[in-house]
């Protein structure tokens, strides 16, 4: 039985990865369209000051946690999460999946040649892997969106893999999953740099550690700062204010 709690305004869904692996195969055999998103530390930021980003999270027919320093928040307010299910992990297990169950999986997002070579390594990878099409992220105005939908829909895919930045993808999603009409939607962020091998994932050791943020400012300093030691320290006092709320109950 699946069990949502809620943390910082954001419902997530308390399973571990084989519940979710599952979860996702009854969402492809109903047919109709699901939107899934992961939250981490600075999802939970964003979605704090922006309501319509909050609003499409709440609606998703799947929320999962990526990101330890959630999972211990959950435990220390009394709403213990089961475990992290990483977005890149759920990604690499569903593609595997795909393949073994003949699922029709759609790329969508970074450039021309990531998404590209995403395609073709795992063509490789798994040789019965069905893929219904792929396409780079960049498109420009409502006219060019509207194409890029169409294209997905009339790829008829089972699984869709959006690989943009946060918020935008969980917005298109919320936009247009209705009319795209695949059984399962996920925004999978950088992914595709990570599958590809051009961004590298921490030691199992630091992802289990909650420093796996870390590795990641440790690779792009100059880009990630500003996320991760400026913005995202916000976390600290929505946890501390939800810790106050706890208390009072």
């Keep these: 039985m699946n069990e949502r709690i809620t943390l910082m305004g954001c419902s997530i869904d308390n399973l571990t990865m084989e519940e979710t692996l599952q979860t996702v195969e009854g969402f492809i055999?109903?047919?109709r369209p699901h939107q899934h998103v992961v939250v981490n530390v600075d999802k939970l930021v964003k979605a704090s000051r922006d309501p319509e980003l909050r609003r499409i999270i709440n609606d998703c027919a799947l929320v999962n946690v990526d990101g330890m320093p959630v999972v211990w928040a959950s435990r220390l307010l009394g709403r213990p999460l089961k475990e992290r299910v990483a977005g890149c992990d759920l990604f690499e297990a569903l593609m595997r999946r795909a393949g073994e169950k003949?699922?029709?999986v759609f790329l969508l997002g970074a450039q021309e040649d990531v998404v590209s070579k995403v395609a073709s390594t795992y063509r490789h990878k798994y040789p019965n892997l069905v893929l219904a099409g792929y396409r780079n992220g960049y498109w420009?105005?409502?006219a060019e969106e509207a194409e890029v939908v169409e294209q997905i829909r009339a790829a008829r895919p089972d699984l869709l893999f959006v690989a943009?930045?946060?918020p935008k993808k969980e917005q298109f999603l919320g936009r247009w999953q209705a009319e795209m009409k695949v059984p399962f939607a996920m925004g999978?962020?950088?992914t595709f740099d990570v599958a590809i091998g051009h961004v590298k994932r921490a030691p199992l050791w630091m992802q289990k550690s909650g420093l796996e943020w870390f590795y990641r400012f440790l690779q792009e300093p100059r880009r990630m700062f500003r996320r991760y030691f400026i913005e995202d320290m916000a976390f600290?006092?929505?946890f501390?204010?939800?810790l106050k709320l706890k208390g009072a109950r």
């Design 29 to 31: 055999h109903t047919g």
């Design 102 to 104: 003949g699922w029709r």
């Design 140 to 142: 420009k105005g409502e």
């Design 164 to 166: 943009i930045s946060s």
């Design 188 to 190: 999978v962020g950088g």
């Design 236 to 238: 600290i006092w929505l």
């Design 240 to 242: 501390l204010k939800e």
